[in-house]
């Protein structure tokens, strides 16, 4: 009797698993980000707009941040200051949020919500006479609705 009730209750969870499984509406919003010496490679490069999360990991060798921005430029047209770094309340440019100071080997995570529209994803360190935005770590990237 008792292995009854529990095949019943068994066969109703796994039910429910699979309704919730049916109904949930293929959010793909999950973005795998790597950094690198010197560049953003994400997957997938554009997502449908809400919120959005990035998981974020310094696969390199040197500190590195993930900034985002909303703009219509072309991803190497940022305004950028007299250090050669990217303006973040530049002309053109809306900041969204960032993630400052990730370590070699170590991740953050960065949800945010984001409308339709083109974005570009950077790092805005600068050491020394090394600026990683103008050795190319950047990357476009789009919000569809």
């Known amino acids: 009797m008792k292995t009854k009730n529990f095949l019943k209750v068994l066969s109703v969870l796994a039910l429910a698993g699979l309704s919730l499984a049916a109904c949930s509406d293929g959010d793909d919003s ?64 809306t900041p969204i949020d960032e993630i400052e100071d990730i370590e070699p080997g170590d991740s953050g995570s960065l949800t945010v919500d984001l409308d339709p529209g083109d974005y570009v994803l950077f790092c805005n360190v600068v050491e020394g006479d090394q600026v990683h935005y103008q050795a190319g770590m950047y990357t476009p990237f789009t919000v569809s609705e």
Not at 34 to 47: C, G, T, Y
Not at 54 to 66: C, D, K
């Open 30 to 93: 999950g973005l795998s980000v790597e950094l690198n010496e010197f560049s953003i490679v994400v997957e997938p490069s554009s997502v449908a707009s809400g919120e959005v999360s990035f998981s974020v990991e310094n696969v390199g060798g040197i500190t590195h941040e993930f900034v985002v921005v909303s703009t219509d430029l072309d991803a190497s047209d940022l305004p950028t200051t007299d250090d050669g770094s990217v303006d973040e309340e530049g002309e053109g440019i």
